[in-house]
């Protein structure tokens, strides 16, 4: 019989959970295991996700993303609104997960999800690297060193050997926050440039754009910048007319995208015709479409943010919490005395 009642995991449970109880690293293996098993599982039909549904307003959006297989639903409220950090001292994206159990529609999860979005999406671009990228890249560029920054080197640390860091963003004190936690990430073991846009885009073997770019600007990563044989995660662009990287750019590259069905209206693919589209990761990684790639070929991973991945998070963080007990249990959905009859079970009955 399927739980009847709710985990709640605040913020400060999911730090417990990843910091304390499994560690950091750790827990990012097992993200990482668990997002490749997703992509798997989606390839062979077993996950269904819509294109996510989102509404925009005067200073940002809020989304909705849902997922499930046959055994879980789950459903995440994501927003972006890029004055936040600077009005407001609050994160540019802020999320919130519930996961349900399909066999009855009971939500046996509530999660904050912000730290989980952003820790799943430096996974599945360390995946995305893992399959695309030269083999011996060892300098990585982070264009846009705000909050996913981290994550995004960190996951890349797990699958490749880091002698050198190039970073950048318009925001400098941006960059020297992120220079001064990248090295104690790292552990001095990689050195930390912060130079300009043109510099880490061309000296890099890895390239990660993850910036706040506006509706209709003008790209953050030029064709000429980039050498031949990088590979790119193209991750800050998830709207339509907001892109980062130069149409030309992606015209000579091999693009792979997360979510085709999202990925062409909101992603750096909007810019492509469709059969230009080389193929999803999912098709990479189960081998169903070859991985023709040469040394001197340069491959895109086109990341709009993938309902997939947020139910695999969610599965591994309530197998995990529950195991660990971290979080709380709530009665949070209703539970009738008298499953027909609502009004007898809460508002007739007399002391």
């Known amino acids: 019989m399927p739980s009847k009642r709710t985990l709640l995991l605040e913020e400060k449970d999911i730090v417990s959970l990843?910091?304390?109880?499994?560690?950091?690293?750790?827990?990012l293996l097992h993200l990482m295991e668990s997002l490749e098993t997703?992509?798997?599982?989606?390839?062979?039909k077993r996950i269904k996700v819509p294109a996510r549904y989102e509404l925009f307003f005067p200073f940002g959006s809020i989304a909705t993303m849902i997922a499930a297989d046959d055994e879980f639903f789950a459903c995440k409220l994501v927003n972006?609104?890029?004055?936040?950090?600077?009005?407001?001292?609050?994160?540019?994206?802020?999320?919130?997960?519930?996961?349900?159990?399909?066999?009855?529609?009971?939500?046996?999860?509530?999660?904050?999800s912000t730290i989980l979005t952003a820790l799943r999406t430096g996974a599945t671009s360390a995946i995305a690297t893992k399959y695309l990228a030269n083999k011996r890249s060892k300098t990585v560029g982070i264009i846009g060193n705000g909050a996913q920054a981290l994550p995004q080197l960190h996951a890349l640390s797990l699958i490749m050997e880091i002698e050198r860091v190039y970073a950048y963003d318009t925001d400098h004190e941006a960059s020297k926050s992120f220079k001064v936690s990248a090295e104690k990430l790292l552990n001095g073991k990689a050195e930390i440039r912060v130079t300009d846009a043109k510099t880490t885009s061309s000296q890099s073997d890895v390239v990660v754009a993850v910036t706040s770019n506006g509706l209709n600007s003008n790209p953050v990563i030029y064709e000429n910048w980039i050498r031949n044989g990088?590979?790119?995660?193209?991750?800050?662009?998830?709207?339509?007319n907001q892109v980062e990287l130069q149409k030309s750019l992606l015209d000579k590259a091999k693009v792979i995208v997360d979510f085709r069905d999202q990925a062409i209206y909101e992603g750096e693919s909007q810019q492509l015709a469709k059969e230009q589209i080389y193929a999803d990761l999912s098709e990479i990684v189960t081998c169903n479409k070859a991985s023709c790639f040469?040394?001197?070929?340069?491959?895109?991973?086109?990341?709009?943010?993938?309902?997939?991945?947020?139910?695999?998070?969610?599965?591994?963080?309530?197998?995990?919490?529950?195991?660990?007990?971290?979080?709380?249990?709530?009665?949070?959905?209703?539970?009738?005395?008298?499953?027909?009859?609502?009004?007898?079970?809460?508002?007739?009955?007399?002391?």
């Open 38 to 44: 997703g992509f798997k599982r989606f390839a062979d």
């Open 80 to 112: 972006t609104h890029v004055q936040n950090s600077t009005k407001f001292d609050m994160p540019t994206v802020m999320a919130t997960g519930v996961l349900s159990d399909v066999q009855t529609g009971y939500p046996i999860m509530l999660t904050e």
């Open 294 to 351: 040469g040394e001197h070929d340069i491959t895109v991973f086109d990341s709009v943010g993938f309902a997939m991945e947020d139910l695999q998070a969610f599965k591994l963080v309530y197998d995990l919490a529950i195991t660990e007990r971290v979080g709380k249990i709530v009665d949070i959905a209703a539970r009738p005395t008298f499953s027909k009859n609502l009004y007898e079970s809460y508002f007739l009955q007399t002391e």
């Open 18 to 27: 990843i910091k304390e109880k499994i560690g950091l690293k750790n827990f």
């Open 230 to 240: 990088t590979h790119i995660n193209a991750v800050g662009g998830s709207v339509a």
